[in-house]
């Protein structure tokens, strides 16, 4: 092969590499920009948009930026809602706290007053309730006694003494009597005495658990009348809520028909660049520059020698004995 048409060859392969890599090139852009598309709608399906609701208790609305991204969202509760609410809560920092305080204040008396009670121990308060029992007990006792012993005295029988037995002394059979009756009155009241001790430490500890439970009913008015201001309040509150859930769904709904357009817009652009990726020519010259006969014929053209015929597709070559030659259509023939 002469070297013309080496070098013909070689700049038509290189003309059909280069038209097939501009082909190439265009179109992964293109592809690229298609698929940014693709991308973008699908996010815009995908945004959240939160509607603005209006219901009998209030309403709510939002601000959205000029690219259209959520900046603000608010409610309003409706008016007679509101002033209903205010009320409340203007009973509520009033009677209220009054009561709240009241409670207060009977809570302080009542812890201070179990403190008291809570001071002694249970076996000193038996001990001071035995001896106040005693104390009531005496007069009535020695009124007794002196009645006792008027009556021995008047009956001449104040001298009298029987023995007791064992390693005890005589004794006036009705002066032991009493005394024994005494006696069993004080056991009596030593075992209630214990009884009594540990009531007054309950009692004290009591309460301490009454003062508890007054302070915690105090309350009871101020929350009440704040829970159903607050009530009121969450009613047009629920708007925004509302607005806010029909954003949300509408946003997952537009996820959905985004994915299908993403799916949808890459799968054209990829077909889309498969097609774009292809040139004629391209392919033309590079399989012009890659077909034998082709080149050697091109080199019998040029040097002046005689040689086969050029193949016909995708064009004609022709040749006569003249050693001459041009290129012609496939319907063409040469003449010298």
């Known amino acids: 092969m002469g070297i013309e048409a080496a070098l013909i060859g070689g700049g038509l392969g290189l003309l059909g590499s280069s038209m097939a890599?501009?082909?190439?090139?265009?179109?992964?852009?293109?592809?690229a920009?298609?698929?940014?598309?693709?991308?973008?709608?699908?996010?815009?399906?995908?945004?959240?948009?939160?509607?603005?609701v209006t219901s009998r208790f209030g309403s709510s609305q939002f601000t959205t930026s000029p690219e259209g991204y959520v900046t603000g969202a608010g409610y309003n509760v409706a008016p007679d809602v509101a002033a209903m609410r205010d009320r409340l809560l203007s009973q509520a920092g009033g009677q209220g706290f009054q009561t709240a305080e009241q409670a207060q204040q009977a809570q302080q008396s009542l812890f201070g007053l179990g403190q008291q009670y809570m001071a002694q121990s249970p076996?000193?308060?038996?001990?001071?309730?035995?001896?106040?029992?005693?104390?009531?007990?005496?007069?009535?006792?020695?009124?007794?006694?002196?009645?006792?012993?008027?009556?021995l005295f008047n009956t001449g029988r104040g001298g009298l003494a029987v023995a007791q037995g064992g390693g005890m002394g005589a004794a006036n059979p009705e002066q032991q009597a009493l005394l024994n009756a005494q006696m069993m009155q004080d056991l009596q009241?030593?075992?209630?005495?214990?009884?009594?001790?540990?009531a007054q430490t309950q009692f004290g500890a009591g309460l301490f658990g009454t003062g508890l439970d007054i302070s915690t009913a105090g309350y009871n008015p101020l929350k009440a009348q704040f829970g159903l201001a607050q009530g009121m309040e969450q009613a047009g509150a629920d708007t925004l809520a509302q607005g806010s859930a029909l954003g949300g769904r509408s946003a997952e709904a537009g996820a959905n028909v985004g994915q299908f357009l993403y799916k949808g817009g890459t799968a054209a652009a990829s077909e889309q660049a498969k097609?774009?990726?292809?040139?004629?020519?391209?392919?033309?010259f590079s399989g012009a520059a890659a077909n034998p006969q082709l080149m050697a014929g091109l080199s019998n053209w040029m040097t002046g020698g005689g040689g086969n015929?050029?193949?016909?597709?995708?064009?004609?070559?022709?040749?006569g004995g003249g050693g001459g030659g041009a290129w012609t259509p496939p319907t063409s023939t040469w003449a010298p």
């Open 21 to 31: 890599g501009d082909a190439a090139s265009e179109a992964a852009s293109t592809q």
């Open 33 to 52: 920009a298609a698929q940014k598309e693709a991308a973008r709608i699908a996010a815009e399906a995908a945004r959240f948009r939160p509607v603005g």
């Open 275 to 284: 097609a774009d990726a292809y040139s004629p020519w391209a392919t033309a």
């Open 123 to 151: 076996e000193a308060a038996a001990q001071q309730w035995m001896q106040s029992q005693q104390a009531l007990l005496q007069p009535g006792r020695e009124q007794a006694q002196a009645g006792l012993t008027q009556n």
């Open 189 to 198: 009241l030593a075992s209630q005495a214990q009884q009594q001790g540990r």
């Open 309 to 319: 015929p050029m193949p016909t597709s995708p064009i004609s070559w022709n040749t």
